[in-house]
Nanobody
Framework: QVQLVESGGGLVQSGGSLRLSCTAS????????MQWYRKPPGKERELVTW????????YYIDTVKGRFTISRDNAKNTVVLQMNNLKPEDTAIYYC?????????WGQGTQVTVSS
């Protein structure tokens, strides 16, 4: 049974930091690219960042470059999103996603709220 379990969300003041974790099970983790998406209130879900299966390639949307860092530990089946210098516009539900070919798995989401 495939599972992606996120943790680490919460309420933080503007300029603060949060660390989101996603632990995977039920599939060969290292063979999947891992992504973090977010859905701000009243807006569409958007891709935030992506990391390749081996961890050697990463991508960030422009609005989080220099503030967010994605990493993965294939031995622990975990992907981490370190978020620094958070801004109110980062407020959203953050989702962990695993993707390979036509397979796509999602976590349940974790709420991140940044107060001004």
């Amino acid at each position: 049974q495939v599972q992606l379990v996120e943790s680490g969300g919460g309420l933080v003041q503007s300029g603060g930091s949060l660390r989101l974790s996603c632990t995977a099970s039920g599939f060969t983790f290292s063979q999947y690219a891992m992504q973090w998406y977010r859905k701000p209130p009243g807006k569409e879900r958007e891709l935030v960042t992506w990391i390749s299966g081996g961890g050697g390639h990463v991508y960030y949307i422009d609005t989080v470059k220099g503030r967010f860092t994605i990493s993965r530990d294939n031995a622990k089946n975990t992907v981490v999103l370190q978020m620094n210098n958070l801004k109110p516009e980062d407020t959203a539900i953050y989702y962990c996603n695993a993707e390979r070919d036509n397979k796509n798995y999602w976590g349940q989401g974790t709420q991140v709220t940044v107060s001004s």
